[in-house]
């Protein structure tokens, strides 16, 4: 994997809290650390393409905005993690999909406007997958710890 130089890491730990809401915010970004706009889109475009960055966007409170969310733990074949991992990641409240080191070795969150679309989800991901042993674990206090990694 490609090392990271300062200027990479600058930017990294620029968009991870209060990343601009502006009509540019890259310029803002780029008139933070000194550097051009073109500079800094271009680097962020590397840094995804690279797997540093999976997504930029905003992190909304699902319970005040009418919604409901879960984590789930599957038990997946090795053979079968790709495929699983693939198809999950196809429904749009799917917001974090990993790999864990257990017998429940796939887990994801999944945020829907109600319960039941999330079951039904879970049901047509499970069809799709051939894995039945998916655990819905929802949420009835929902915890959020600001995630900053100084690089």
């Known amino acids: 994997m490609p090392l990271l130089d300062d200027i990479d890491r600058a930017i990294l730990n620029r968009i991870q809290s209060n990343f601009p809401i502006t009509q540019r915010p890259y310029l803002?970004?780029?008139d933070d650390l000194s550097l051009s706009e073109k500079d800094v889109?271009?680097?962020i475009a590397w840094l995804k393409e690279k797997g540093f960055i999976r997504r930029i966007g905003g992190n909304f409170i699902p319970e005040k905005l009418g919604f409901v969310s879960t984590l789930?733990?599957?038990r997946v074949p090795e053979d079968k993690i790709e495929t699983f991992?693939?198809?999950?990641n196809c429904y749009?409240?799917?917001?974090h999909n990993y790999q864990r080191d257990n017998k429940f070795n796939i887990w994801f969150t999944f945020i829907a406007p109600?319960?039941?679309e999330i079951e039904k989800?879970?049901?047509?991901i499970s069809q799709k997958t051939g894995i039945t042993e998916i655990i819905n674990m929802p949420a009835t206090h929902v915890f959020k710890i600001k995630a900053h990694f100084d690089l």
């Open 72 to 74: 789930c733990a599957a």
């Open 92 to 95: 749009p409240g799917v917001t």
């Open 121 to 124: 989800n879970i049901k047509n």
């Open 41 to 43: 889109l271009k680097r």
């Open 85 to 88: 991992a693939q198809v999950v």
């Open 28 to 30: 803002r970004i780029a």
């Open 114 to 116: 109600s319960r039941a």
